[in-house]
């Protein structure tokens, strides 16, 4: 199956993001509010906007691997956020939104979809962190069937502070007992709460 393969949902499209959509992505990934939970500092330029475009999800689009969608309404097919599903090891599934679109369930209709197109594909499975900070993000990974596997605490980089991150995941291949354990056993500190 082609990676990134566009997806409608009632309220939005999920397609590739394009070399046109630069001004758009700048504004998703230049707000410090946006990108507070998120590993990278915000983006100061169009330009600097325009390298991360190239190198994180136009490039990937030449891979047979992974999956990186632009959200976008339906109304004006113009990306908000994204929703992403990693090439590597862990399946990382990760998102974004424009803050003037919170609170009205947009990533989690999204990436709903992008989960019921991936029981399609093989995936064996899916992994997803967040902040314990940031439990909206933890909402949206319980909404579309992940549950709670662990917590670790990680020196994040490039922002250089300590981080404790909850992993939730999905097993698409009705392998239930099955966790990922790469970051249990990559940081010391790391153990199970009571959720």
């Not at 409608?8 to 758009?24: E, H, N, Q």
Request: aromatic share 14%; glycine share 4%; hydrophobic share 35%.
């Amino acid at each position: 199956m082609e990676n990134t393969p566009e997806i409608r949902t009632p309220r939005l499209i999920l397609r590739r993001f394009t070399p046109d959509d630069i001004a758009a992505f700048y504004r998703i990934m230049s707000d410090e509010e946006v990108n507070t939970f998120l590993p990278w500092f915000p983006l100061r330029s169009m330009e600097e906007a325009a390298v991360f475009l190239r190198e994180h999800y136009l490039n990937s689009y030449e891979k047979s691997e992974g999956y990186r969608y632009a959200i976008c309404r339906k109304a004006d097919n113009v990306p908000i956020g994204y929703v992403n599903v990693d090439d590597g090891a862990s399946h990382d599934f990760g998102y974004a939104l424009r803050k003037e679109h919170w609170h009205q369930g947009m990533v989690s209709e999204a990436s709903a979809a992008v989960v019921s197109l991936l029981k399609k594909t093989g995936l064996p499975f899916i992994t997803a962190t967040h902040d314990v900070n940031n439990q909206r993000s933890g909402n949206v990974m319980k909404h579309i069937g992940m549950t709670y596997r662990y917590s670790y605490v990680e020196q994040w980089q490039p922002k250089d502070f300590p981080v404790t991150f909850r992993m939730y995941q999905l097993n698409l291949d009705g392998q239930e007992e099955r966790v990922y354990r790469e970051y249990w056993d990559k940081y010391p500190v790391h153990f199970v709460e009571e959720i």
